[in-house]
Protein backbone atom coordinates (compact mmCIF):
# COMPACT_ATOMS: atom_id res chain seq x y z
CA UNK A 1 0.00 0.00 0.00
CA UNK A 2 2.87 2.37 1.19
CA UNK A 3 4.85 2.25 -2.54
CA UNK A 4 1.61 2.64 -4.39
CA UNK A 5 1.30 6.14 -2.57
CA UNK A 6 5.18 6.55 -2.89
CA UNK A 7 4.90 6.39 -6.53
CA UNK A 8 2.15 8.12 -6.39
CA UNK A 9 3.55 10.82 -5.31
CA UNK A 10 6.82 10.95 -7.42
CA UNK A 11 4.37 10.95 -10.51
CA UNK A 12 2.30 13.92 -9.24
CA UNK A 13 5.91 15.56 -8.63
CA UNK A 14 7.14 14.94 -12.11
CA UNK A 15 3.73 16.45 -13.48
CA UNK A 16 4.53 19.50 -11.70
CA UNK A 17 8.30 19.94 -12.51
CA UNK A 18 8.93 19.66 -8.74
CA UNK A 19 12.42 18.55 -7.59
CA UNK A 20 12.45 14.99 -5.32
CA UNK A 21 13.21 15.51 -1.74
CA UNK A 22 16.22 14.13 -0.53
CA UNK A 23 14.82 12.02 2.31
CA UNK A 24 11.85 10.11 2.52
CA UNK A 25 11.39 8.38 6.10
CA UNK A 26 8.68 6.14 6.89
CA UNK A 27 6.96 5.28 9.67
CA UNK A 28 7.66 1.72 9.73
CA UNK A 29 11.24 2.53 9.25
CA UNK A 30 11.38 4.22 12.74
CA UNK A 31 9.80 1.95 15.24
CA UNK A 32 12.35 2.34 17.47
CA UNK A 33 12.62 5.89 17.46
CA UNK A 34 8.66 6.21 18.02
CA UNK A 35 8.66 3.61 20.75
CA UNK A 36 11.18 5.86 22.80
CA UNK A 37 9.30 8.80 21.78
CA UNK A 38 6.43 7.12 23.69
CA UNK A 39 8.31 6.44 26.46
CA UNK A 40 10.05 9.74 27.13
CA UNK A 41 6.07 11.18 26.60
CA UNK A 42 5.12 8.81 29.33
CA UNK A 43 8.08 9.86 31.36
CA UNK A 44 6.88 13.58 31.29
CA UNK A 45 3.13 12.47 32.28
CA UNK A 46 1.51 13.06 29.11
CA UNK A 47 0.70 9.35 28.50
CA UNK A 48 -0.78 6.52 29.91
CA UNK A 49 -0.80 2.63 29.17
CA UNK A 50 -4.17 0.61 29.21
CA UNK A 51 -4.57 -2.86 28.35
CA UNK A 52 -0.79 -2.98 25.89
CA UNK A 53 -2.26 0.53 24.44
CA UNK A 54 -0.80 3.91 24.86
CA UNK A 55 -2.75 6.96 24.86
CA UNK A 56 -1.69 10.70 24.52
CA UNK A 57 -3.35 12.53 27.86
CA UNK A 58 -5.07 15.44 26.34
CA UNK A 59 -5.92 17.10 29.95
CA UNK A 60 -2.87 16.11 31.84
CA UNK A 61 -1.22 17.93 28.60
CA UNK A 62 -3.54 20.87 28.68
CA UNK A 63 -2.65 21.52 32.19
CA UNK A 64 0.69 22.29 31.74
CA UNK A 65 0.45 23.85 27.21
CA UNK A 66 -2.31 25.20 25.58
CA UNK A 67 -2.70 22.25 23.71
CA UNK A 68 -5.55 24.15 21.33
CA UNK A 69 -2.77 26.72 20.43
CA UNK A 70 -2.25 25.58 16.50
CA UNK A 71 -6.27 24.94 15.69
CA UNK A 72 -7.25 27.76 17.73
CA UNK A 73 -9.75 25.26 19.85
CA UNK A 74 -10.42 24.80 23.46
CA UNK A 75 -10.19 21.43 24.69
CA UNK A 76 -13.69 21.39 26.22
CA UNK A 77 -15.11 21.94 22.27
CA UNK A 78 -12.98 19.08 21.45
CA UNK A 79 -15.64 16.30 23.23
CA UNK A 80 -18.16 16.67 20.34
CA UNK A 81 -16.02 15.70 17.73
CA UNK A 82 -14.78 12.51 18.94
CA UNK A 83 -15.37 9.72 16.44
CA UNK A 84 -16.13 5.85 17.73
CA UNK A 85 -13.07 4.10 17.26
CA UNK A 86 -12.04 0.72 18.56
CA UNK A 87 -10.44 0.68 22.40
CA UNK A 88 -12.30 4.11 23.06
CA UNK A 89 -13.59 2.37 26.88
CA UNK A 90 -9.79 2.42 27.76
CA UNK A 91 -8.86 6.11 27.28
CA UNK A 92 -9.42 8.19 30.16
CA UNK A 93 -11.00 10.75 27.97
CA UNK A 94 -12.77 11.04 24.82
CA UNK A 95 -10.02 13.55 23.56
CA UNK A 96 -7.32 11.02 24.52
CA UNK A 97 -5.68 9.45 21.35
CA UNK A 98 -3.18 6.62 20.67
CA UNK A 99 0.32 6.44 20.56
CA UNK A 100 0.66 2.89 20.36
CA UNK A 101 -2.38 0.42 19.99
CA UNK A 102 -2.18 -3.41 20.56
CA UNK A 103 -2.37 -5.82 18.03
CA UNK A 104 -4.94 -8.41 17.62
CA UNK A 105 -3.83 -11.35 16.22
CA UNK A 106 -5.01 -10.45 12.66
CA UNK A 107 -3.16 -7.43 12.61
CA UNK A 108 -0.63 -7.80 9.82
CA UNK A 109 1.82 -4.93 10.74
CA UNK A 110 3.00 -5.64 14.35
CA UNK A 111 6.09 -4.80 16.18
CA UNK A 112 7.27 -5.97 19.36
CA UNK A 113 7.23 -2.85 21.84
CA UNK A 114 7.77 -2.70 26.20
CA UNK A 115 3.53 -2.11 26.39
CA UNK A 116 2.36 -5.09 23.72
CA UNK A 117 3.23 -6.45 20.29
CA UNK A 118 1.27 -3.68 18.35
CA UNK A 119 1.91 -0.35 15.92
CA UNK A 120 1.85 3.34 16.45
CA UNK A 121 -0.72 5.72 16.36
CA UNK A 122 -1.04 7.17 13.12
CA UNK A 123 -0.43 10.66 15.39
CA UNK A 124 2.90 9.53 16.10
CA UNK A 125 3.71 8.15 12.59
CA UNK A 126 3.62 11.92 11.33
CA UNK A 127 6.24 12.61 14.02
Known sequence: VVQ???VDFHDVLKNYNFLPPSIEPTATGHIVEQIEMIKEIIE?????????SVYFDVH???KK?????LSGRKVEDLIHNTRS???QSDKKNPQDFA????????HI?????????GFPGWHLECS
Open 85 to 87: LDG
Open 109 to 117: MRWPSPWSD
Open 99 to 106: LWKKADER
Open 4 to 6: RYT
Open 44 to 52: KGFAYEVNG
Open 60 to 62: EYN
Open 65 to 69: ENYGI
